[in-house]
């Protein structure tokens, strides 16, 4: 049989050889020829048995012949096999017997294996064996150091961040609470500029500690119900302060029918939203930002367009890498780790979606990423009764850029409201005039602040000049949050609101029509701490930290939410006072000297208290919350604590109303 011109049989890999039914051989193969020596035509009807010795050839005449006769096939025959020079090759034989259709014997076929290569295959075969546990041993030996150095890694990052936020949590901390108090324009300067700093440093560590967790794949990411909106939302309020410049607006778009409730990770999607609205802001020196956040089938869209400096086809495909800035120059204009975006991406693509971008030099940039979504099995209700209020009510939208006018328009119409829009000053005038001509009056304007021409509170009063009683009322937009004195003059000339821009939370856009229009709400603070004064229920609280700086800075926060609040400088005595007295809430650090609060907590929970704890930590890495719990704390907050939090969880777990 051959196939492609070669013959199978004559170039078999092993031994091959046909005899007839008494031995005599019809044919050979090259292996045969050359471990024998014979020739086709030499072997070539001799008897197989005439190439074993004189002992084996009686053996297998009365011993194997018949066995192959009687059963058809013999397995693994030991033989040797004199080759022409007389000397002798062991050998392995397998043979069959192929019959007629009567069951005669029509010939035999051999398989013949050199021993010796068997031999050596098998020797070859065990070194191979040795070398791969050895190796395995080699991998087990690198595995376990790798594990160790895995371990060590996360240690020292959780050590590191400890180290790192509980300076820090001081630095902004007291920053913050400085810059409420009364000081001169430099002074407040000097603590803004102060704590920016500090806060730039913070997102510095915070990317090198994420970027280490996902390259230890150490990365953990929770399914949960959360508000996608209100996480645009912050992320918006809190870039706020970087468009003090008035230069540049910010929109969030939310298309409408969009749900705001889906599964995810809370967290993670916020810092996603942050990182890159965050970008578009920061490489975007005038124009607009805009976050757009929308359904595609069955994933959510995100897109985040800038009109600022763009990136340089050279750069952009290196853009997401380790490390990348689009200006790598020591004398950059914009800082940063160049991680930011190396995380995103690895962020969204963990949660199982991807990102890109387009963009022109000098032209802008747009960031796109896509998540599955799933909707939660909840959402917020809608106030029903505010929305009511504001039905047809007639609204002016005065505002030079495009983007802010169509949000505005979007939500006014979503809530009833008929409305009208223009970028110019004078064109407003013009409508104000006409529409109180034809008996039909706006209700409501609302001004942009920095407009070309006629800036928004110059407009607001020649309105207030121009207009005839029964005019509109007056809501100013504003990019900028302005002193208290400012805003008390602008309203004692005759301005109903005065809003921060990005108006990114409906609610307060609703809350400042229904007062401006008349209707009695409770005003909004927007950025406000709380304070004292706006707490109606005192409470007891056990702080247990043993850094000066960090102990004075939450007893101050906590004082000014209303609390009475009591002190321990370390595990063993946060135990005794919380065996002794009665607190509604006990803050907890957990790395102390001595007794840690993880080992003061689970002590507390084996002597059977039951007061909430809250861990106050500056660990930020996989598995703290886990540990926390584990060890009988209720709730988590990490360093730089912010009042907001503390505020969150003594609501949360006092039931109060802070």
């Given at each position: 049989?051959?196939?492609?011109?070669?013959?199978l049989?004559?170039?078999?890999?092993?031994?091959?050889?046909?005899?007839?039914?008494?031995?005599?051989?019809?044919?050979?193969?090259?292996?045969?020829m050359?471990?024998?020596?014979?020739?086709?035509?030499?072997?070539?009807?001799?008897?197989?048995?005439e190439?074993?010795?004189?002992g084996a050839?009686?053996?297998?005449?009365?011993?194997?012949?018949?066995?192959?006769?009687?059963?058809?096939?013999?397995?693994e025959?030991?033989?040797?096999?004199?080759?022409?020079?007389?000397?002798?090759?062991?050998?392995?034989?397998?043979?069959?017997?192929?019959?007629?259709a009567?069951?005669?014997?029509?010939?035999?076929?051999?398989v013949?294996?050199?021993?010796?290569?068997?031999?050596?295959?098998?020797?070859?075969?065990?070194?191979?064996?040795r070398?791969a546990?050895?190796?395995?041993?080699?991998?087990?030996?690198?595995?376990?150091?790798?594990?160790?150095a895995?371990?060590?890694k996360?240690?020292?990052?959780?050590n590191?961040?400890?180290?790192?936020?509980?300076?820090?949590?001081?630095?902004?901390?007291?920053?913050?609470?400085?810059?409420?108090t009364?000081?001169?324009?430099?002074?407040?300067?000097?603590?803004?500029?102060?704590r920016?700093?500090?806060?730039?440093?913070?997102?510095?560590?915070?990317?090198?500690?994420?970027?280490?967790?996902?390259e230890?794949?150490?990365?953990?990411?929770?399914?949960?119900?959360?508000?996608?909106?209100?996480?645009?939302?912050?992320?918006?309020?809190?870039?706020?302060?970087?468009?003090a410049?008035?230069?540049?607006e910010?929109?969030?778009?939310?298309?409408p029918?969009?749900p705001e409730?889906?599964?995810?990770?809370?967290?993670?999607?916020?810092?996603?939203?942050?990182?890159?609205?965050?970008?578009a802001?920061?490489?975007?020196?005038?124009?607009?930002?805009?976050?757009?956040?929308?359904?595609?089938?069955e994933?959510?869209?995100?897109?985040?367009?800038d009109?600022?400096?763009?990136?340089?086809?050279?750069?952009?495909?290196?853009?997401?890498?380790?490390?990348a800035?689009?200006?790598?120059?020591?004398?950059?204009?914009?800082?940063?780790?160049?991680?930011?975006?190396?995380?995103?991406?690895?962020?969204?693509?963990?949660m199982?979606?991807?990102i890109?971008?387009?963009?022109?030099?000098?032209?802008?940039?747009?960031?796109w990423?896509?998540?599955?979504?799933?909707?939660?099995?909840?959402?917020?209700?809608?106030?029903?009764?505010?929305?009511?209020?504001?039905?047809?009510?007639r609204?002016?939208?005065?505002?030079?850029l495009?983007?802010?006018?169509a949000m505005l328009?979007?939500q006014?119409?979503?809530?009833?409201?008929?409305?009208?829009?223009?970028?110019?000053?004078?064109?407003?005038?013009e409508?104000?005039?006409?529409?109180?001509?034809?008996?039909?009056?706006?209700?409501?304007?609302?001004?942009?602040?920095?407009m070309?021409?006629?800036?928004?509170?110059?407009?607001g009063?020649?309105?207030?000049?121009?207009?005839?009683?029964?005019?509109?009322?007056?809501?100013?937009?504003?990019?900028?949050?302005?002193?208290?004195?400012e805003?008390?003059r602008?309203?004692?000339?005759?301005?109903?609101?005065?809003?921060?821009?990005p108006?990114?939370?409906?609610?307060?856009?609703?809350?400042?029509?229904?007062?401006?229009?008349?209707?009695?709400?409770?005003?909004?603070?927007?950025?406000?701490?709380?304070?004292?004064?706006?707490?109606?229920?005192?409470?007891?609280?056990?702080?247990?930290?043993?850094?000066?700086?960090?102990?004075?800075?939450?007893?101050?926060?906590?004082t000014?939410?209303?609390?009475?609040?009591?002190?321990?400088?370390?595990?063993?005595?946060?135990?005794?006072?919380?065996?002794r007295?009665?607190?509604?809430?006990?803050?907890?650090?957990?790395?102390?000297?001595?007794?840690?609060?993880?080992?003061?907590?689970?002590?507390?929970?084996?002597?059977?208290?039951?007061t909430?704890?809250?861990?106050?930590t500056?660990?930020?890495?996989?598995g703290?919350?886990?540990?926390?719990?584990?060890?009988?704390?209720?709730?988590?907050?990490?360093?730089?604590?912010?009042?907001?939090?503390?505020?969150r969880?003594?609501?949360?777990?006092?039931?109060g109303?802070?």
């Amino acid at each position: 049989m051959t196939r492609g011109g070669a013959d199978l049989f004559f170039d078999a890999p092993c031994g091959y050889l046909t005899t007839k039914p008494d031995g005599a051989i019809e044919r050979v193969n090259r292996l045969i020829m050359r471990w024998t020596g014979y020739t086709e035509e030499e072997l070539a009807g001799r008897r197989f048995q005439e190439l074993l010795p004189a002992g084996a050839r009686i053996f297998y005449e009365t011993h194997y012949a018949p066995l192959l006769r009687m059963q058809g096939y013999v397995h693994e025959l030991a033989l040797e096999l004199v080759c022409k020079d007389g000397t002798r090759m062991p050998a392995l034989v397998n043979a069959d017997l192929e019959k007629d259709a009567a069951g005669g014997a029509v010939r035999a076929r051999l398989v013949v294996m050199n021993a010796r290569d068997r031999r050596r295959y098998e020797e070859e075969l065990l070194q191979a064996k040795r070398r791969a546990e050895a190796a395995e041993e080699r991998l087990a030996i690198a595995r376990d150091a790798a594990e160790k150095a895995s371990q060590a890694k996360s240690e020292f990052l959780a050590n590191m961040s400890h180290e790192i936020r509980t300076p820090m949590n001081g630095v902004i901390g007291f920053a913050n609470l400085l810059d409420s108090t009364a000081m001169s324009g430099e002074q407040r300067e000097y603590v803004t500029i102060i704590r920016n700093s500090a806060e730039a440093l913070l997102g510095i560590i915070n990317d090198v500690l994420d970027f280490s967790k996902i390259e230890a794949g150490r990365l953990t990411l929770e399914r949960i119900p959360f508000d996608l909106h209100l996480a645009a939302v912050e992320v918006c309020e809190l870039l706020r302060p970087q468009l003090a410049s008035g230069k540049v607006e910010l929109v969030l778009d939310w298309e409408p029918g969009t749900p705001e409730w889906v599964m995810g990770d809370a967290g993670r999607t916020r810092q996603i939203l942050l990182n890159l609205t965050g970008n578009a802001v920061k490489f975007t020196a005038h124009g607009f930002v805009e976050m757009r956040v929308c359904l595609e089938g069955e994933r959510m869209r995100v897109t985040v367009r800038d009109s600022g400096i763009g990136i340089p086809e050279e750069k952009q495909a290196q853009l997401f890498g380790k490390f990348a800035q689009g200006d790598a120059s020591t004398t950059r204009r914009f800082g940063g780790t160049g991680l930011g975006l190396a995380i995103t991406r690895q962020l969204v693509e963990a949660m199982g979606g991807e990102i890109g971008f387009t963009s022109e030099a000098g032209k802008g940039s747009v960031f796109w990423f896509l998540l599955p979504y799933e909707a939660a099995e909840f959402e917020a209700p809608a106030a029903k009764g505010a929305v009511e209020t504001v039905e047809r009510l007639r609204v002016l939208v005065v505002d030079d850029l495009e983007l802010n006018r169509a949000m505005l328009e979007r939500q006014l119409g979503m809530w009833g409201c008929e409305y009208e829009s223009t970028g110019r000053a004078a064109e407003a005038l013009e409508r104000i005039r006409t529409a109180q001509e034809r008996g039909a009056p706006f209700d409501v304007a609302l001004l942009d602040f920095l407009m070309p021409e006629m800036d928004g509170e110059t407009l607001g009063r020649r309105i207030l000049e121009d207009q005839a009683p029964g005019g509109p009322a007056l809501i100013l937009l504003s990019s900028w949050r302005m002193e208290s004195e400012e805003v008390a003059r602008l309203m004692e000339a005759g301005f109903a609101e005065v809003l921060l821009k990005p108006v990114v939370r409906p609610g307060h856009l609703l809350a400042a029509l229904r007062r401006a229009t008349g209707v009695a709400v409770a005003p909004m603070a927007e950025g406000a701490l709380p304070t004292a004064a706006t707490v109606s229920i005192s409470y007891r609280v056990l702080l247990v930290e043993d850094n000066a700086v960090n102990q004075k800075l939450a007893m101050h926060m906590l004082t000014r939410l209303g609390c009475e609040v009591e002190t321990a400088e370390y595990g063993e005595e946060g135990v005794r006072k919380a065996r002794r007295g009665r607190y509604d809430l006990i803050y907890m650090d957990c790395q102390m000297p001595v007794l840690d609060g993880f080992a003061a907590t689970r002590r507390l929970r084996a002597l059977g208290e039951t007061t909430p704890i809250v861990a106050l930590t500056a660990n930020a890495v996989a598995g703290d919350r886990e540990r926390c719990l584990e060890a009988g704390m209720d709730d988590y907050v990490s360093k730089p604590v912010k009042a907001s939090e503390l505020a969150r969880t003594l609501q949360l777990w006092t039931g109060g109303g802070v």
